[in-house]
């Protein structure tokens, strides 16, 4: 089993970063591919970024490339997201996935969850 605990969300303005990390427990982190996915109030949970497990692999919603980067540390048991030039339809909550497979961009291919954190973009 995988815990997965996210950190860094908040309240930012329209053009501001924020850097969202989540820590996992177990010793099989470094073989799984992460994701980061987001659910906005209303909407269904929608595919944001994911990393192979050795990192050398990433991908990424259109709505996010060249804004967002998703990154892993290993030897940490984290991967992170580093969001800039944030919009107000980036507001919603961040949930890290865990355990991926397969295309690695639909949630369904998740086992594991984060309980997720709230970043909010004001205009």
């Known amino acids: 089993q995988v815990q997965l605990v996210e950190s860094g969300g908040g309240l930012v303005q329209a053009g501001g970063s924020l850097r969202l990390s989540c820590a996992a427990s177990?010793?099989?982190?470094?073989?799984?591919?992460m994701g980061w996915f987001r659910q906005a109030p209303g909407k269904e949970r929608e595919f944001v970024a994911a990393?192979?497990?050795?990192?050398?692999?990433?991908y990424y919603a259109d709505s996010v490339k060249g804004r967002f980067t998703i990154s892993r540390d290993n030897a940490k048991n984290t991967v992170s997201l580093q969001m800039t030039s944030l919009k107000p339809e980036d507001t919603a909550v961040y949930y890290c996935?865990?355990?991926?497979?397969?295309?690695?961009?639909?949630?369904?291919?998740?086992?594991?969850w984060g309980r997720g954190t709230q970043v909010t973009v004001s205009s």
């Open positions: 990393i192979s497990w050795s990192g050398s692999t990433t």
């Open positions: 996935a865990g355990r991926g497979h397969s295309t690695l961009q639909r949630a369904e291919e998740y086992p594991y």
């Open positions: 177990g010793r099989s982190f470094s073989s799984y591919h």
